[in-house]
Structures are given as C-alpha cells and as structure tokens.
C-alpha cells in the first residue's frame, strides 16, 4: 500500500516564524497536493504539484510556497506564519493528476497551532 | 459559498439505525468520490462514481450519482459503530487537475 508520511503530528509555532511542513511518498506518485481542513469547511487546496520542480497554486495559496527538489517529497513553506494559518494540514499524491476517478492517497496530517 | 455542499453537518445515531448523507452542487460534476476520515488520520477513498444515476454498494454502504451529475448520496444500512467518522465528498470537473472537496458529514454511531 501507499505510504503518505508527514513529518509532524503537532506543531507550535508563533507569529511570524517561518515553518516547514514536509511529506514524503514512498510509491513513485507523479502528484503531489496539499490541503488545509478546517470544521466546516472541508479541504481546501493550497498548492499541487505534478513533476518535480513543478508547482500550481491551488485554491488558497496566499501565504504559502511550495518545494519539490526530488519526486517523493513536497514540502509546504509558510513565510511568516499567522494565527489565521493555526489548521490541520494534510498531504496527500496521486499517481496521476486528479483526473476522473484518480485515488488520492492521504498522509495523517499535521496539526499546526500558531500563536 | 461551497461548490459542493453536505447535510447534514452532524449526524448521531444508534447501533443498528439507517442513514443517509446528501453532496449537493449546481455544478455538474465528471466524477464525484466519497471518503471516510477517522480522528488522527488522513482521509481513506470509499468509492469513485463517475456515470450519472450510477449506483455503487460496497457492503452496508450504498452510493448513488444524481442523474444529472450535480448531487449524490451515501446511505449506510444497519449502522456499526465503525461506521463513525467524518465523510466528505469530493467532485472533478472535466477541466482542471482539482478535487473540490465538500464540509464534511461527521457521523457518530453510538453503541
């Protein structure tokens, strides 16, 4: 089975640290996506990644960058974060793209908090 | 405004009880999935339905795509308290590399 490993479970920063979230997969996934899930809300995606090197922004990227130096692992930068960033975090790839029917495959997210 | 959105938000039922789960969009979709989240884990893929009016079962779980491809449902017979979680639907537009995810149903089956 495919195996979605973010690095943190928990994570406490504060006011205008720079924070590194990062995910690996180990199944050779083209794709790569991460989600924000906040009560209510669902998941919203911030940034996706296709190849390496290759990014696109999602549906709420402000905030946020995005790094993909090697397939198996994407990394999500927040520059300066903020209270309003305080969220689950989840990374999740795809063999493919999200296409019609394409499985996502999710890791078990990190919950960040920021104070 | 969500493009794809769920009801109930909360659902708590006893063991053995029916239920069913609305995903309701104006827009029309090219494939819609269900998945199930568990606390403390990412969410798991149920079923990907991807031909209007299509009707998927997968155990006590049945899954219908509305005929016109805007809505679905999930219904879950003679509920188990496995059964709980947070269940979110997810539809594609033919367009696009995006999952449009909805608010999510939490479902707490009580024993």
């Known amino acids: 089975d495919v195996k979605v490993t973010q690095s943190s479970r928990y994570l406490v920063k504060r006011t205008g640290e720079k924070v590194f979230l990062e995910c690996v997969q180990d199944?050779?996934?083209?794709?790569m996506f991460w989600y924000r899930q906040d009560p209510g809300l669902g998941l919203r995606l911030i940034y996706f990644s296709y190849d390496v090197k290759m990014k696109e922004k999602g549906d709420i990227p402000e905030g946020y960058s995005v790094s993909r130096e090697k397939k198996e692992r994407f990394s999500l930068i927040l520059e300066s974060a903020s209270t309003n960033q305080t969220s689950m975090y989840l990374c999740?790839?795809?063999?493919?793209?999200?296409?019609?029917?394409?499985?996502?495959?999710f890791g078990s997210g990190t919950q960040l908090s920021v104070l | 405004t969500q493009l794809l959105e769920q009801s109930p938000q909360f659902l708590s039922i006893q063991e053995g009880e029916n239920l069913t789960v609305y995903c309701n969009s104006s827009s029309v979709f090219s494939s819609l999935q269900w998945y199930r989240q568990e606390p403390g884990e990412g969410p798991v893929l149920l079923v990907t339905v991807v031909t209007g009016g299509e009707v998927k079962k997968l155990k006590r779980l049945t899954f219908q795509f509305g005929d016109a491809r805007k809505d679905s449902s999930l219904h879950i017979t003679a509920a188990q308290p496995g059964d709980t979680g947070l269940y979110l639907c997810a539809g594609h537009k033919a367009a696009g590399n995006k999952l449009t995810f909805g608010g999510g149903t939490r479902v707490l089956v009580k024993p």
């Open positions: 999740a790839s795809s063999l493919f793209g999200t296409t019609r029917g394409e499985k996502l495959f």
């Open positions: 199944m050779d996934h083209e794709n």
